[in-house]
């Protein structure tokens, strides 16, 4: 596998995205962005770009924050210090992933007619604004992300639609999801929420182990989890 880093722009701002492909393969393969959590783009986003790569396809791990911006775990007043702007401000938002989106099909390995999307946490409602954007990407994956739209309207939803939620989620109550359901119905979206019970936030990430605080790593969920991304990245790229 090889991996590089490469800098990037959204306006003013210099960003760091993390590349991983099989060296093997040859010729232009699909790529996936992955959005990071609100610590920024760290080892748990980069390692899913090199899982990506594992699937045959270019990972692409972008940047939300800038070049060398970075949260820490457990600093909640940190994180939310880097993760609101952008959460507060849906248009910022979906230029910086729009501007991540148009770095990786600049890439040589990259079919640029094949790009997808998956995000955790922060970035699950990042990936989800770009569909609500109307980018021309063939699917977004939320995963343990946040679901309620911005004060942006939305665009005509061409990209395929998934969620994996754990059903006992505080950060996304029942109402939340059962709005964002409504949502999509409404624009005619092909879309899919995948409910795990007895299931928090965060339940991919094997550090996360603070119920308290609502996030607990899950080995069940996460497992079916990895199968259903394998499935739906399967599906978008036949």
């Not at 924050?65 to 507060?88: I, Q, R, T």
């Not at 109307?134 to 998934?162: C, M, Q, R, Y």
């Amino acid at each position: 596998m090889q991996t590089k880093t490469i800098d990037y722009q959204d306006g003013d701002t210099q960003l760091e995205g993390y590349v991983a492909f099989d060296e093997t393969i040859s010729g232009p393969r699909p790529a996936v962005l992955i959005a990071h959590d609100w610590t920024g783009r760290r080892d748990f986003a980069t390692g899913k770009a090199e899982e990506i790569a594992g699937l045959g396809y270019v990972g692409f791990a972008l940047d939300m924050y800038g070049k060398g911006v970075f949260g820490a775990d457990g600093d909640v007043e940190g994180n939310s210090a880097l993760m609101n702007p952008l959460a507060g401000d849906r248009a910022a938002l979906r230029a910086r992933m729009n501007a991540a989106l148009g770095a990786v099909r600049g890439l040589a390995e990259v079919d640029a007619s094949k790009v997808g999307a998956m995000g955790y946490c922060f970035g699950g409602m990042c990936v989800l604004e770009l569909a609500r954007a109307g980018a021309d990407v063939g699917g977004v994956i939320s995963i343990h992300g946040i679901f309620s739209p911005g004060e942006v309207p939305n665009e005509t939803i061409s990209a395929k639609v998934l969620c994996l939620h754990g059903q006992d989620d505080p950060m996304v109550p029942p109402e939340q999801v059962l709005a964002f359901e409504n949502e999509m119905s409404t624009a005619g979206a092909d879309w899919q929420v995948h409910a795990y019970g007895g299931t928090m936030h965060a339940f991919t990430n094997p550090g996360a182990n603070d119920p308290g605080f609502g996030t607990v790593y899950n080995p069940d969920a996460d497992r079916r989890a990895t199968q259903s991304i394998q499935n739906f990245f399967d599906e978008i790229f036949a």
